[in-house]
């Protein structure tokens, strides 16, 4: 058994996910009891942080554990906040991160690799973010 809590400070952002994110972005990973199944950890936005559009084949849960941040879908964006929980569906477009104003961190399960897709249409995620 292992326990872990959620640190705004501790992790990086991977090398290999720079490219698509926008803005100060941190994993903090946690050891996952899954063998051939989903990883987890943390995101840790900055204010203004977020990811580029992108589907998950398999879906991803995100549970928003601090601050206050967006999650776009193809009906708009949301606001979350702690104790939200949000089931992305399989192949769902979408985008999320901190509010402008606010850092966020959520807990995400999701598998990797070739799971998710980056090459999406764009949809909102570039219009009028910054400007409240």
Do not use: C
């Not at 705004?8 to 903090?28: M, N, T, V, Y």
């Not at 051939?36 to 900055?46: K, S, Y």
């Not at 708009?76 to 477009?93: A, I, Q, Y």
Request: no cysteine; charged share 20%.
């Amino acid at each position: 058994m292992e326990f872990d809590r959620a640190d705004a400070a501790k992790g990086e952002l991977p090398e290999a996910f720079r490219p698509h994110f926008q803005g100060a972005a941190r994993f903090q990973q946690l050891t996952s009891p899954f063998p051939e199944g989903p990883n987890v950890f943390f995101v840790h936005f900055e204010a203004g942080g977020r990811t580029r559009p992108h589907v998950h084949h398999t879906g991803q849960v995100l549970h928003i554990v601090a601050g206050e941040g967006v999650v776009a879908d193809g009906s708009g964006r949301h606001v979350v906040g702690p104790g939200d929980v949000v089931t992305v569906m399989p192949d769902e477009w979408h985008w999320h991160g901190g509010s402008p104003s606010s850092p966020m961190s959520h807990l995400t399960v999701q598998f990797g690799g070739d799971d998710v897709s980056w090459d999406v249409d764009e949809g909102d995620w570039a219009s009028g973010y910054g400007a409240g």
